[in-house]
């Protein structure tokens, strides 16, 4: 069964996977989806996970600002 642990160790490994690979639209869409998580998280009164979801969007946008800084 896939938990939201899982989730969150894959955004964290394809993160890493795109920064390394120099992939900014799929930063950029691993951000759009982290935020989409995090909106659902709240909705549902789970604070401490929409926040570590809200984490991973922004270290998304962070890798993806590093890469066009590169250019």
Do not use: C, H, P, W
């Amino acid at each position: 069964m896939l938990t939201v642990e899982n989730i969150q160790e894959y955004l964290e490994r394809v993160i890493a996977e795109y920064r390394l690979s120099g992939n900014r639209q799929g930063l950029r869409n691993l951000q759009t989806a982290a935020g989409f998580l995090m909106e659902a998280a709240n909705a549902y009164g789970e604070r401490d996970l929409a926040r570590r979801f809200q984490v991973l969007a922004a270290k998304a946008a962070n890798e993806r600002e590093a890469i066009e800084g590169e250019d």
